[in-house]
């Protein structure tokens, strides 16, 4: 008899997390609102609304994660996808941080240089992130899991490193923030094809049906869907 996990708690620790999620993103939001003049007095209620949302956004995806039994590799590399997103955001934090307390020494490198260099690097992530890397190779369960698995961290290696080489390129610039803004872009651009979001897993799908294939990419990575 087929043995099913025990459902997770949707909401255990949700609240620390979520206010952690919202006080990193409003304090993002502060450094700007202090470069443009705004009250300080706006800041504990902004962050009370976000807390807000960020936990009801994140308890009604939990929920619906738990309804459709997604589990398995495709609930892991979510996870790892998404904290490599929120990452990057981070770090956009940080950079807006360092630009709002100033101090950064600027190198004589020049700032069209850097400017040029971070957009073809991003426009060179874009097209490695789908053209350099592993294919789907339905040959069999363990060649689509390898496959699928060394795809997605190829895809996430190329997405993430405009996004890296622009902080680099704000810190040789003394503290401009639109270099790591052009990096960020792109990033976010290459994280998005990498998600395996259901949307993706169908495309897939249908690639391998019409290559002869009879493997379920979603079953064989682990995931099931519950009754509908």
């Given at each position: 008899?087929?043995?099913?996990?025990?459902?997770?708690?949707?909401s255990k620790?949700?609240?620390?997390k979520?206010?952690?999620?919202?006080?990193?993103?409003?304090?993002?939001?502060?450094?700007?609102?202090?470069?443009?003049?705004l009250?300080?007095?706006?800041?504990?209620p902004?962050?009370?609304?976000?807390?807000?949302?960020?936990?009801?956004?994140?308890r009604?995806?939990?929920?619906?994660?738990?309804?459709?039994?997604?589990?398995?590799?495709?609930?892991?590399?979510?996870?790892?996808?998404?904290?490599?997103?929120?990452?990057?955001?981070?770090?956009?934090?940080?950079?807006?941080?360092?630009?709002?307390?100033?101090?950064?020494?600027?190198?004589?490198?020049?700032?069209?240089?850097?400017?040029?260099?971070?957009?073809?690097?991003?426009?060179?992530?874009?097209?490695?992130g789908?053209?350099?890397?592993?294919?789907?190779?339905?040959?069999?369960?363990?060649?689509?899991?390898?496959?699928?698995?060394?795809?997605?961290?190829?895809?996430?290696?190329?997405?993430?490193?405009?996004?890296?080489?622009?902080?680099?390129?704000?810190?040789?610039?003394?503290?401009?923030?639109?270099?790591?803004?052009?990096?960020?872009?792109?990033s976010?651009?290459?994280?998005?094809?990498?998600?395996?979001?259901?949307?993706?897993?169908?495309r897939?799908?249908?690639q391998?049906?019409?290559?002869?294939?009879?493997?379920?990419?979603?079953?064989?990575?682990?995931?099931?869907?519950?009754?509908?």
């Open positions: 008899m087929q043995e099913h996990p025990e459902p997770r708690s949707p620790g949700l609240w620390w979520s206010l952690l999620s919202a006080w990193l993103g409003v304090s993002g939001i502060g450094a700007v609102a202090g470069a443009l003049g009250p300080e007095a706006l800041g504990f902004a962050l009370a609304v976000a807390w807000a949302m960020v936990w009801m956004i994140w009604r995806r939990m929920a619906t994660d738990d309804r459709a039994g997604v589990i398995g590799v495709i609930a892991a590399l979510r996870r790892i996808w998404a904290a490599f997103c929120v990452s990057m955001v981070l770090i956009g934090v940080i950079v807006l941080i360092l630009q709002s307390e100033g101090g950064l020494k600027r190198t004589g490198v020049s700032a069209q240089l850097v400017g040029v260099g971070v957009t073809l690097i991003g426009v060179l992530s874009l097209v490695g789908r053209v350099w890397v592993r294919q789907l190779d339905g040959s069999d369960l363990e060649s689509v899991i390898q496959s699928y698995r060394s795809r997605f961290f190829a895809q996430v290696a190329w997405a993430e490193a405009p996004a890296l080489l622009a902080f680099g390129g704000f810190l040789l610039l003394g503290g401009e923030p639109w270099v790591y803004l052009i990096g960020l872009t792109a976010l651009a290459g994280f998005a094809p990498a998600a395996p979001t259901p949307a993706s897993l169908r897939d799908q249908e391998l049906d019409a290559s002869g294939k009879t493997l379920n990419l979603l079953e064989s990575l682990g995931g099931s869907q519950g009754p509908q």
